[in-house]
């Protein structure tokens, strides 16, 4: 076959829990910060944030559903 090969559809279903536990790891340890920078510096992380989520998402994903669990299991 010739042309790039289709990313695995079990990345694509554990993107949102990469994210989910990046943005968590960032509220922890920023708070609520604001920062004023150039909206291309800006760009330019928020894309290598989502790349690395993207690509790290299969060994990230077991460990943000425990980290769900306990969440929600402390709410309750």
């Known amino acids: 076959m010739i042309g790039p090969r ?3 559809q079990t ?5 949102p829990y990469a994210r989910f ?3 968590s790891i960032v509220d922890f340890i920023l708070g ?3 920062f004023y920078v150039n909206a291309g510096v800006l760009l330019l992380f928020k ?7 993207w690509f790290g998402a299969m060994p990230v994903a077991p460990i943000d559903l425990i980290h ?4 929600h ?3 309750r």
Request: charged fraction near 20%; charge should be positive; proline fraction near 7%.
């Open 6 to 8: 289709p990313a695995p």
């Open 11 to 15: 990345e694509s279903a554990s993107y």
């Open 21 to 23: 536990l990046y943005e």
């Open 32 to 34: 609520r910060s604001v």
């Open 47 to 53: 894309l290598l944030t989502m790349y690395l989520c």
């Open 68 to 71: 769900i669990y306990c969440i």
């Open 73 to 75: 299991s402390r709410r």
